[in-house]
């Protein structure tokens, strides 16, 4: 089974956690958090700061901890991390690098009050509750 990394990117700021999502041209995505397939022979750390990099342009970010895993079509692993070095922005639009199915779509970031009915992937996120 192919594994996949999911990043929950949160910040503080005024006082409440904040956590990075994006959206796309495509409303049946839904909102979401970086995500996607490791590339043969990476550990799951490599292919999360690579993931991040591609789909949010974010360089430089550190692992706070594993959220949680489970299956699905994929062995998914979610992981809460912070940006570090520079803070990025409060909004942006990324164009996805790489070569995997997202690769040359446009992302719209910004930061959402981390909060119990907070909408991912179509869906109320249980992890959501562990941040």
């Known amino acids: 089974m192919r594994r996949r990394v999911l990043a929950y990117v ?7 956690r904040e956590l990075l ?3 796309q041209n495509d409303p049946h995505a839904g909102t ?3 995500a996607g397939r490791l590339d043969p022979g990476e550990t799951l750390a490599e292919g999360l700061l ?3 990099h591609e789909e949010a342009g974010i360089e430089q970010a550190t692992i706070v901890r594993e959220l949680g895993s489970w ?3 994929y062995e998914n692993h979610a ?3 912070r940006a570090i070095g520079e803070e990025p922005a409060d909004a942006w ?3 996805v690098l790489g070569d995997g199915d997202d690769a040359g779509l446009v992302f719209r970031y910004r930061w959402e009050p981390v909060r119990p009915d907070l909408m991912l992937f179509h869906r ?3 992890l959501l509750e562990a941040l």
């Open 124 to 126: 109320i996120d249980p």
């Open 21 to 23: 999502v994006f959206d």
């Open 50 to 52: 690579r993931e991040l």
């Open 71 to 73: 299956n699905t079509s």
């Open 32 to 34: 979401q958090v970086p």
């Open 79 to 81: 992981f809460e991390v």
């Open 93 to 95: 639009e990324h164009v």
């Open 10 to 16: 949160t910040r503080e700021r005024n006082g409440r």
